[in-house]
């Protein structure tokens, strides 16, 4: 079983940053992408950042230019969060799209990290 696993959320001051971590563990042989998706209380799940296994990466209109997705091409996905706005309070969530076996990706979901920005 491939587990996800979130750190680094927590409370920030506009303008501030944070560092979010998402490591998968257990058996796998390859990760095909991962991302990062957000949602706040009364709204849809967004997506926020993804990246692939070739490190192509894309953004939310809404964080571009501050926020960062990267990996360490093994096994964990950050993102870094820069100029952070209240708008951005949510519960962060960590997505993978992990083959296991056979000739199928699955999805896989973190257990989400709450971000909140206030002054």
């Known amino acids: 079983q491939v587990q996800l696993v979130e750190s680094g959320g927590g409370l920030v001051q506009p303008g501030g940053s944070l560092r979010l971590s998402c490591a998968a563990s257990?058996?796998?042989?390859?990760?095909?992408?991962m991302g990062w998706y957000r949602q706040a209380p009364g709204k849809q799940r967004e997506l926020v950042a993804t990246i692939t296994s070739g490190s192509s990466t894309n953004y939310a209109d809404s964080v571009k230019g501050r926020f960062t997705i990267s990996d360490n091409a093994k096994n964990t996905v950050y993102l870094q969060m820069n100029s952070l706005k209240p708008e951005d309070t949510a519960v962060y969530y960590c997505?993978?799209?992990?083959?296991?076996?056979?000739?199928?990706?699955?999805?896989?979901w973190g257990q989400g990290t709450q971000v909140t920005v206030s002054s």
């Open positions: 257990g058996r796998f042989f390859r990760i095909n992408n």
């Open positions: 997505n993978g799209q992990i083959l296991t076996s056979g000739n199928y990706y699955s999805d896989y």
